[in-house]
């Protein structure tokens, strides 16, 4: 019987090599992202788990897909496509939606695999494909003005477009309605649902209740400039940093673990008896492959201490990023753009944060991964986007109380990167010596 099975962390391939899961120091995590991007791995996989149906689902089936591509190409332009200068306005929006399907098809087919193979190597090339579209329309709506962006939104949706009505959240902090309104938002689950997402990506429990404190800090801060952010005291830090945050990240925390603990056995669903057993074999393709505990350890060295400093801004401003993009372009909060972009931002942030765990934590990698070089770049766009549309919505000065709380927290920044920096200095000698 071909098998694999892995207890606490650490994966048997069906070879019968092993795959180290949380147990993984920083070089074995690069040397298997560098493996994971060879395409050679997808040949071994098929040779050494050689079932019908998985092996017919692991196939790159290229042929077939260019066949189909060519057919659906050939469809919508002779089929679906009108003639006539007055439908100019239809197949320009028709040309530009299989343009952005071609695009995916070659991204799905040609580009190099990503860090996770589960599901399926192709899934997470799309979400690539996904995130340099993104990046591309987020560069295309920079060269309009405000008016004109809100506009083009309009031909994606044409409900969009029109101005929106900002909740307040702090009208009165003593009424029981209000707790009651707020305590019904749909930003609650929102909350839970991000912070769950967040421990996934992170891994790390006390660098994700350290980011939950920052962005409540981030709401003070821009309060003045977005009706949403200006809060009650208990609904900043009773409702959201207590038990909205605190519930997504002890569930997330929670679901690492499980995954870290988990056995897994990656027996061929041929060599299962039964029926019950084969499909629940097939259920599992969908869960990691192995599983990876970062171990951050800001204070071991100034690399990584500026390491998770990227990673907490990255992060807050994908969560800013969201606030004024549906402020500014008028995007209602629940409408299925905003959703879309979170959850692209999620799988996109999943992947970037192993890549730059690797590039932190190795000294023989010396290159940026390809999806942190990619959310890092659709971050700094956005807020470009945020900046330009911005001019002029935000006449209200910077409060005393704001200018005086983040003159303390870089002070702070500064003594803690001082104690890195002297921390470092000490282990530095010590390394020597153990060497010697």
């Given amino acids: 019987m071909t098998s694999s099975v892995s207890r606490a962390g650490r994966s048997v391939h069906p070879t019968g090599k092993h795959r180290s899961g949380s147990a993984q120091s920083p070089s074995s995590l690069y040397r298997q992202n560098e493996l994971f991007l060879d395409e050679r791995q997808e040949e071994h996989d098929l040779n050494n788990f050689n079932d019908g149906l998985l092996i017919f689902f692991r196939q790159p089936h290229r042929l077939t897909v260019l066949a189909i591509t060519l057919c659906l190409v050939w469809y919508t332009s002779n089929v679906l496509s009108r003639s006539g200068e007055e439908n100019l306005y239809y197949n320009a929006k028709l040309g530009i939606a299989m343009a952005a399907v071609a695009f995916l098809i070659v991204c799905g087919m040609l580009l190099p695999d990503a860090p996770f193979r589960r599901p399926h190597p192709?899934?997470?090339r799309l979400v690539t494909g996904f995130g340099i579209l993104y990046f591309v329309g987020m560069v295309f709506l920079l060269h309009m003005d405000v008016g004109s962006a809100r506009q083009f939104l309009r031909h994606i949706d044409s409900s969009l477009g029109e101005p929106?009505?900002?909740r307040e959240y702090a009208s009165n902090c003593?009424?029981?309605?209000?707790?009651?309104?707020?305590?019904?938002d749909e930003f609650v689950l929102a909350h839970s649902i991000g912070w769950f997402c967040k421990a996934l990506m992170i891994r790390h429990v006390?660098?994700?209740?350290?980011?939950?404190?920052?962005?409540?800090f981030l709401e003070y801060t821009f309060e003045h400039q977005l009706p949403n952010f200006k809060e009650c005291w208990w609904d900043h830090w009773i409702l959201d940093f207590l038990l909205c945050n605190g519930i997504?990240?002890?569930?997330?925390m929670k679901a690492c673990r499980f995954f870290d603990l988990k056995e897994y056995n990656w027996v061929a669903p041929r060599d299962i008896p039964t029926q019950r057993g084969r499909l629940w074999r097939l259920m599992m393709e969908f869960t990691p492959l192995s599983w990876d505990?970062?171990?951050?350890?800001?204070?071991?060295?100034?690399?990584?201490?500026?390491?998770?400093?990227?990673v907490l801004v990255v992060m807050s401003f994908i969560e800013l990023n969201a606030f004024f993009i549906k402020y500014i372009l008028w995007v209602p909060p629940s409408?299925?753009?905003?959703?879309?972009?979170?959850?692209?931002?999620?799988?996109l942030g999943v992947m970037g944060i192993k890549e730059w765990y690797i590039y932190i934590s190795h000294r023989d990698c010396k290159k940026l991964g390809r999806h942190m070089?990619?959310?890092?770049?659709?971050?700094c766009t956005e807020t470009l986007v945020c900046i330009k549309f911005g001019r002029g919505m935000f006449p209200h000065p910077w409060p005393t109380h704001v200018i005086y709380g983040w003159i303390f927290a870089l002070g702070l920044f500064v003594v803690f990167f001082l104690y890195v920096v002297r921390k470092s200095r000490r282990q530095a000698p010590l390394g020597k010596d153990k060497s010697q």
């Avoid at 003593?174 to 019904?184: E, M, P, R, V």
């Avoid at 660098?207 to 939950?212: A, D, E, M, P, T």
């Avoid at 070089?373 to 971050?379: E, H, P, Y």
């Fill in 122 to 124: 192709v899934m997470w």
């Fill in 164 to 166: 929106l009505e900002e």
């Fill in 174 to 184: 003593h009424s029981f309605t209000q707790f009651k309104d707020t305590l019904f």
């Fill in 206 to 216: 006390e660098f994700l209740w350290i980011s939950s404190a920052f962005f409540e």
């Fill in 248 to 252: 997504g990240i002890y569930f997330g």
């Fill in 293 to 310: 505990t970062y171990h951050w350890d800001a204070t071991s060295a100034i690399k990584r201490f500026f390491g998770m400093s990227v």
């Fill in 335 to 347: 409408h299925y753009l905003n959703v879309c972009r979170l959850f692209l931002m999620f799988l």
């Fill in 373 to 379: 070089w990619l959310t890092v770049a659709v971050q």
